[in-house]
Every structure is written in C-alpha cells, then in structure tokens.
C-alpha cells in the first residue's frame, strides 16, 4: 500500500514538473517570437498579460464547479481521505507533491545520510520480502 502511495506520489510530481517544464518552454518561445517585434520590454508584458489572463481563466473555473466536500465517514483510514482529498482537488495535491520533492531534495543537499538511511531500509525490507 505504501509502496502504491509512493509511487502515485512519485508520478505526480513528475507530471507537475514536466508540466512547469512545457509551461517554461511556451513562454519562452512567445517572448522569442515577440521579442523582434515589441522588444524586450513590449515582449515581456505581452508575455505576462497571457500569463495573467490563464491565471484568471484557471481561477474562475476552480470557482466556478465549486466542488463540496463529503461527509467523512469514521472508518475511513487517513490514506483513504488524502487520496480522496487528492481527487477533489489535483492542483493543490500537485502542488503539494511538488514541494513535499523539493523538500526532500532540499533534505538530500543538506543531510545525505537521511536519505541513504531511508533507501537502505527500504532495499532491505524488498530483500526480505516485505513490499
């Protein structure tokens, strides 16, 4: 089950980070293609009147489902109600995935032996048949 998590958790901030990376790449290239033309400065205000205009469009279209949160029910296991959390609302479980991995590599850079800790635990807990 855990294992299933990380991996969901993984993949999720892959795609967040590949979707930072095109959303990169497009506003780069319509600066390029409008820098010619406005110069840098025109380009650049171009460039985030765009970016301002999809903000607003993203914003209005969360707000306007509106989604309710259902009752919990008390049997329910925590890892059920993330995941159900995570379903309702994908931007904010992308975001939050995509800082709990800059977290870690934060972690990573700082203390090395934490994460050399926790993979040899994990590759001993798949060597003796617990996955």
Known sequence: MIEKAL???IALAAL????????????FALFAVLAPLLGSAGAAGVLALVCALLLAG????????????PT?????????RAFDLARQHPVAAGGAALLATLAAGILAV?????????????????SSGRH
């Open 7 to 9: 991996l969901a958790i």
């Open 16 to 27: 967040t980070a590949l979707t930072i990376l095109c959303v990169g790449a497009a506003g």
């Open 58 to 69: 993203a914003v209005l279209a969360v707000r306007g489902k509106g989604p309710t949160l």
């Open 72 to 80: 919990l029910q008390e049997d329910d296991s925590l890892a059920a």
């Open 110 to 126: 700082k203390n090395p032996k934490v994460i050399a800790t926790a993979l040899s635990a994990y590759l001993a807990g798949r």
